[in-house]
């Protein structure tokens, strides 16, 4: 049984730290079910904004609301309850593990098993832990990694690791999937699964997906909405179309830049 | 499915979790080893004297809590340096729950009779419950903060067995009651076995053993459950693991309780084993003793966790035992190097060295490159 | 009153020799966010160092020696241990610091044995009374020492190459070394400062009205892990409000332990622990630490 899904709502989020303001009053709405992508040149507040979304900075001004639920000030873990996935820049895969072990971690909210039930290896515990195994190697299977999950996900390719990430946030059976950078660094055959992957999950699991990228092709291809920042600040939006002409966009990647 | 799993093959994508098949486990050495160790250790206390019983029951309580310092320092990357001060709960609250009131020496002891199976669970929990008080502070801080944070435990600990006379003894420390568990008690009270005279070292032994097995096989199921991959999330990427659901705070105040309960039952088998608390032994240097048994045998591994325990445990034994044997190492009082400095320069230098050559401790030489809990 | 003042007084001056420990354990953080548990036995080695000179080479020599000995023992810890690991677990390095102060304490204890050895100070058991407050003429040097010192620090650390290279190398390392800074020449600088002001503090820790170097003196300079840590690890203006801080809660503890006897013996040790844990409760990063901004 699925729930409607709910559009996110960033209204005037601002963010101040150490003087510096990363974001000024920024605002966008994640149609339900779409892509979205945020661009803009380095320093702009892309990551600052997914930190927001998150939950990792605490806005200093401005509200973020999923549906009606409001988002801001809660704890990253609460926000991830809430149904906000997010896989990061940097990669923040567990150095040792498998790729299904470092999967199972997404289904960390939807489990229950604790101390007592894992170490006393209880019936329940063995019976949960199963019928999730069987869940990560659906969404494995769905994003091609089935035949990786026993090995190391820190020996695979860096694309592949990728994967592993997206597909961990997509364990979470998330409402809204944030990707930061899901592209960057791989090969162009890398890409291309990728892409497909992301429609994928838009189209078959009505997922909206917030994605921040730097290669305008992946994004005028798959993003039905972007929202263009620069110096914390939006300053255009709409359809990659309409944004690809605006002069505020193109002065902002090529114009007065040091 | 299809197995057609071969050990050393391509790892079976059918036991992603599990390890090569039960008949290819029976092809290793290593069952057979492990088999053969467990015959020996149930036989040791018919061939042992009362001195290796005792090393070797030191040992098992060493085991005992550094398997909880493991999961806390090791899997969940939490710096402590208060193990102690919880081994000293665990020690004296079995005596406060289990003694008697008495008088020693003219000072007055308090105690709460219970039997005294019921208070080796209790000071457990007690043990757990102190763990419990400082969560505030060890949910919510993590590296040099926290180990230095911890420290204040250890003094706070010293302060209170020197000073609370009635409970702790003072610098006398206080005797230990021996465990009845089912009307069987663990003194010094002779019972022949197979013509063996057991003493309280003996029948000791298989209780600890016995303790040992059960912390050794739960902190497993803990690692390799959910818990483990979020304590592991905490410690190989805080705020990723926050993000994908884990309440970091409480995992870190839960792991931390864990481990003081760990700690506890170690003070516990300790106090049955020296029959006598001593309050200087629950300092700085035990926490630190501790820390170190986790570095040389493996941080994040249980096996690793047991390994270093019985290095460090044991070598002061070993030392003293043979010190006339070997060169440098001397009997206490004569010149050159006591046992207690010589072992703990070999486990100083046995952690440094483990560091800068053996990243992953000793556990992880029988499968470099391969995860093992 | 005069008790309180002096107290006070007394409490400012051990107080700014922890501050002094405390800040060569935040330059080695600052530098290389490492938390070095050796700190005490660098202390311990530079004492020793000087103990046992002073009586052939005279006061001065032997505590420049001394001092020097701490440093070039600080050095050869970085250059030995410290630089050849090749892992980034910040547990594993601390544990490593615990291992060498093992090592180092063990060996320097069975030198010392049961001994109290003199330091040698030309200030002796001289005491200066100035309107009704005593204080001791140890306690006057330490005070001005350890002043001019940390303010020589304070000031390095900001205004000079020195003190900003070591600044840039612990924020970011990659960075640091791609504009040109040494990172193997910071570090290695910021373990033999620390050994250096170190041995300085052993000095003041040792001379009167404490009998003089023994075992017990690596205990006190433990005090300089509360200081540190409430003051906020990373700073070092933390540093000397910590020390400050430390030195009179245990003296003013210490000082009035007859009113406190209910809380047991001893309880002017105890007493800086406790502090740190209330500051910890209120501000997890210390007073002046700077509170983790997450970079992901």
Known sequence: MTTAPAPLTVRDVTVRFAGLTALDAVSFTVEPGSVHAVIGPNGAG?????????????????????GDTELTGLAPHRIAGLGVARTFQNLALPPHATVAESLMLGRHRLTRA????????????????????????EIAAFIGLDKELGFPAAALPYGKQKLVELGRALCMEPEVLLLDEPIAGMTADERRRTAAVVAGVRDSLGISIVMVEHDMGVVMRLADAVTVLDFGRRIAGGTPAEVQNDPAVVQAYLGAQE | MSETTKDTAAPAPAGAFAGPSLTGRLRRPAPYLWLAGSVLLLLFPFYLDRFWLQAGLFAMAAAIGAIGLNLLTGSTGQLSMGHAFFLAVGAYGYCVLGGGSSTENGHALTGLGLPTWLAAVLAVLLAGAAGG????????LSGAYLGIATLALIFIG??????????????????????????FTFDDAEVVVAAVPFQSSEKLWYLGLAA???????????????????????????????????????????????SSMYAGLAGVLLALVFQRTVPEYFGMILSLEYLAMIVIGGLGSVAGAVIGAAFVSLLPQVLTHYSDSLPLVSAPGTGGIAPGEASRYLYGAAVVAVVLFLPGGIARLKNPGEKKK | ????????????????VYALIALGFVVIFKATEVVNFAHASLLLAGGYVTAVLHDDIGFWPALGVGIAGAAVVGSAVEFLVMRRYRGSDQSVLAIVTIGVDILLTTELVRRMGTDVMSLGDPWGDDVVTVGGVTLAETRIAAFLVAGLLITVFLLAFRFTSWGVS????????????????????????????????????????????TPGLERATSLAALKAFPAAILGGLDSTTGALVGGLVVGV???????YQGDLSFLGRGIGDLAPYLVMVAVLLIRPAGLFGTKELSRV
């Not at chain 2, 000073?163 to 009651?177: D, H, I, K, M, Y």
């Not at chain 2, 059960?214 to 410690?235: D, E, H, K, Q």
């Open chain 1, 46 to 66: 892309k990551s600052t904004t997914f930190n927001v979304l998150s939950g990792v900075y605490r806005a200093t001004s401005g509200s973020v609301h999923l």
């Open chain 2, 212 to 258: 040992l097995l059960a912390s050794g096989l739960f902190a497993r199921g803990v690692l390799r459950g959910r818990p483990g991959r979020a304590l592991n999330a905490i410690r190989d990427h805080r705020i990723a693991a926050g993000v994908m659901g884990v309440p970091v705070a409480r995992y870190r105040a839960g792991v931390f309780v864990l």
């Open chain 1, 114 to 137: 604790g101390f007592v039930a894992s170490g006393l290896r209880l019936p329940s515990a063995t019976r949960e832990a199963r019928r999730h195994l069987e869940r990560v190697r």
């Open chain 3, 166 to 209: 070591m600044r840039a190398a612990a924020e970011n390392p990659q960075t640091a070394a791609l504009m040109g800074i040494r990172l193997g020449r910071v570090s290695l600088s910021a373990w033999a400062v620390a050994g250096a002001l170190a041995a300085v503090a052993a000095l003041f820790l040792t001379v009167f009205p």
């Open chain 3, 249 to 255: 809660t245990e003296s003013l503890a210490t000082g």
């Open chain 3, 1 to 16: 009153m005069t008790t309180f003042i002096e107290l006070l007084l007394g409490g400012l001056s051990i107080g700014s």
């Open chain 2, 158 to 183: 010293q302060h209170v067995l020197f000073n609370a006379g009635s409970l702790t003894g003072g610098f006398n420390g206080r005797p230990v009651p021996p465990l009845s568990l089912f009307g």
């Open chain 2, 133 to 140: 008080l400082f969560s505030p502070i060890a949910g919510r």
